[in-house]
């Protein structure tokens, strides 16, 4: 559901810009082949200037290769309520395995973000996997969290949400989480200024922000798919793109020397700037046909399809 949303607007260019060719390698499962085919075809359909070449396949070892980013989204999602915690035995594994592919195989520059629940724990797990990788590469979607936060605080101060900046998301996408109003500013200014209510600050900002999640699970009977492709979407822009000056933004990041005081070792979301622009460096390639190689040993199919 969240790739469904998120693959038309990478092909469109809305994350690296105009200029910027893209290779689309999708990684599924032997049950969701026949679906993956599905949104090639479409993809195809939709005549985007920028997708130079969709693949698809069950190996990750094929389909890693050379990647220049891998959206780790596929995972099972929770059920009304659980927390995410509780997913870590059903997918812990699959960041265990996906990371040793990266390692083995993606380009050596690979940004990684995972969005699989419990994502902190995955990110870990993933990089873990990944020793020949920068860990500094890897990173836990929190950026739903950050959305989340500040679409309350416009919300309650009655201004458009590009008012609200330096929203940070500390700690782990769970209802630990702490959305950090102190440091948030609404038109330049502390919130605490601008909305007196501590009270709801406090308890029901927080609250709401924490269980977000859960409640649209609730209402929906599934989880958050188009509001996470977004944040995906605004995440990696974050990331490619330089920080404005004086705002941040929000990323379960690998902590080293202790950043803020946080413990080592672990993925942490916290406030941050990115300061140079990543170029993907992916050759244009021109496929007048589309291709289907099939190895019956590995049980995959890859589709190439060709853009000119
Ligand atoms: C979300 O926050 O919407 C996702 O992490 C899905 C979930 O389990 O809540």
Redesign the pocket.
Known sequence: MISNHLLFKLASGEVFGQDQPIALKLLGSERSLQALEGVAMELEDSLYPLLREVSIGIDPYVIFEDADWALLIGAK??GPG?E?AA?LDINGQIFAEQGKALNAVASRNVKVIV?G?P?NTNALICLKNAPNLPAKNFHA?TR??EN?AKCQLALKAGVFYDKISNMTIWGN?STTQVPDFLNAKINGRPVKEVIKDTKWLEEDFTITVQK???V??QKWGR??AA??AVSIVDAMRSLVTPTPEGDWFSTGVYTTGNPYGIAEDIVFSMPCRSKVRFQTEIPITFLPDRSIIQDGNLHYDIIHTGRW
């Open positions: 999602p929770r659980v995410r997913l969005v629940n994502c979607l739903l969290d989340r996408h977000r999640g859960g649209l699970i989880s958050s509001s996470t």
